[in-house]
C-alpha cells in the first residue's frame, strides 16, 4: 500500500508517504516553508509546525489504531457533531474520525506549498450508521500558514442535513496564560452550566475550570494568544466557533492529567449550535458546500 501511495502521490522535497504511529498509513510533508504530518485514518493533521514553532497538541496517550479517533491535532467531525441529536447511540462526532480515508491527489502550490488532498465516500459501512451517500474531501494547504478546507457534496437521490468541525487542538504554553480574542458580544450555549449567554471580554480559562461554549454566528477571524504565540484564525464559510478546556474535573482515558494546561480547542463548525436536525445545514442532491479554516501562526512580538 505504501509503495503505491509512493509511486502515485509522492513530490520529492515535499511530501511522501509511510507507515506512522500504529502502523497507520502516514503523509509526511517537509517543504521550504514548515513540517507536517497527516494520518489517512480520520483524515486526521497530527502536526503542523513553521519556522515559529509547533501548531498543534497531541496527547501522549494518544490511541493510533483502527476505529479509534486519534487525540489532538484536527480531527475532521462529520456528519454530526457532538452526540446525535436523536440516537445517542451512535458515535459522538460522527465516524469520519475513526475512518481510513483515499489520496485524492497531491500538488505543489505556486508559493512553494504543498496541497495534500483526502477522500471518502459512503460504504455498506457507513450507511449502516447514516443512511445516505456521500463524497467528503479535506484538502490541506501546507506552507508558511495552514489552510484546511472540507468540501461535502450528497451524491444521493434525497437530501440530507449535517453538521460538522475542525476540531483543532493548538497547542499553548500555558492555559492560565491564554486567552481568544475576537468573540465579545457574541451569543453562545455554555454546554457545562446548560444555559444561554453572551461573550463579554476575551475567553480565558481560570482555575482549571471546564470551558465548553458553542458561539453562533462567530466572526471569522479570531486570535489565540499564549505567553510566547499569537494565531490568527480565519474561517470562511462557517457559522460557528466551539471553544473548549477540559479543566481539571474532565478525566478521560487518552489525556493526561495535567495535558489541559498545555492546549485548548478553537473548533471552525458549521451546524454545530443546531439543537434539532431541522437546525442543521441542509444539502440537496448533487449539491456540494464547503468550509475552511486558515491558521496563521507567529512569536508574539
Given at each position: ?13 515535499h ?13 509526511y ?15 486526521h ?41 436523536t440516537?445517542?447511540?451512535?458515535p ?7 475512518s ?12 512553494g506549498g504543498?496541497?495534500l ?7 455498506a ?23 484546511i478546507t ?5 451524491t444521493?437521490a ?9 476540531h483543532?487542538y493548538f ?6 496564560q ?35 461554549n ?12 499564549d505567553?510566547?504565540h499569537?494565531t ?5 464559510n ?28 478553537v ?8 439543537t434539532?436536525?431541522?437546525?442543521m ?7 456540494s ?13
Open positions: 500500500m505504501i509503495d503505491a501511495l509512493n509511486n502515485q502521490h509522492a513530490i520529492a522535497s511530501i511522501q508517504f509511510e507507515l506512522g504511529v500504529g502502523r497507520l498509513p502516514t503523509a510533508i517537509n517543504n521550504a516553508h514548515a513540517r507536517a504530518t497527516v494520518s489517512l485514518h480520520g483524515g493533521m497530527v502536526s503542523f509546525a513553521n519556522e515559529h514553532g509547533q501548531l498543534l497538541w497531541v496527547s501522549g496517550l494518544a490511541t493510533y489504531d483502527h476505529g479509534e479517533a486519534i487525540r489532538g491535532g484536527v480531527p475532521v467531525i462529520w456528519p454530526w457533531f457532538g452526540a446525535h441529536l440516537d445517542k447511540d451512535l459522538a462526532h460522527g465516524f469520519v474520525r475513526a481510513m480515508w483515499d489520496v485524492v491527489r497531491t500538488e505543489v502550490l505556486a508559493d504543498t496541497r488532498v483526502l477522500g471518502i465516500e459512503d460504504s459501512e457507513t450507511r449502516a450508521i447514516w443512511p445516505h451517500s456521500f463524497q467528503l474531501q479535506v484538502t490541506f494547504d501546507i506552507a508558511t500558514t495552514l489552510t472540507l468540501t461535502v457534496k450528497n444521493g434525497t437530501p440530507f442535513r449535517w453538521s460538522g468541525a475542525l483543532t497547542a499553548i504554553s500555558d492555559v492560565a491564554t486567552a481568544v480574542a475576537g468573540l465579545d458580544g457574541v451569543a453562545f450555549k455554555d454546554t457545562v452550566a446548560h444555559v444561554d449567554d453572551v461573550q463579554s471580554g476575551d475567553i480565558r480559562f481560570p482555575d482549571g475550570a471546564t470551558v465548553d458553542v458561539y453562533h454566528a462567530a466572526p471569522a477571524e479570531l486570535l489565540l494568544q505567553e510566547t499569537v490568527r484564525i480565519t474561517s470562511q462557517a457559522d460557528a466557533t466551539v471553544v473548549w478546556n477540559p479543566g481539571r474535573s474532565v478525566q478521560k482515558a487518552d489525556i493526561d492529567e495535567d495535558a489541559f494546561e498545555r492546549f485548548v480547542c473548533e471552525t463548525a458549521c451546524g454545530a449550535s443546531a434539532t436536525q431541522d437546525e445545514p441542509l444539502l440537496a442532491p448533487g449539491e458546500t464547503t468550509f475552511s479554516a486558515t491558521y496563521q501562526h507567529e512569536e508574539r512580538a
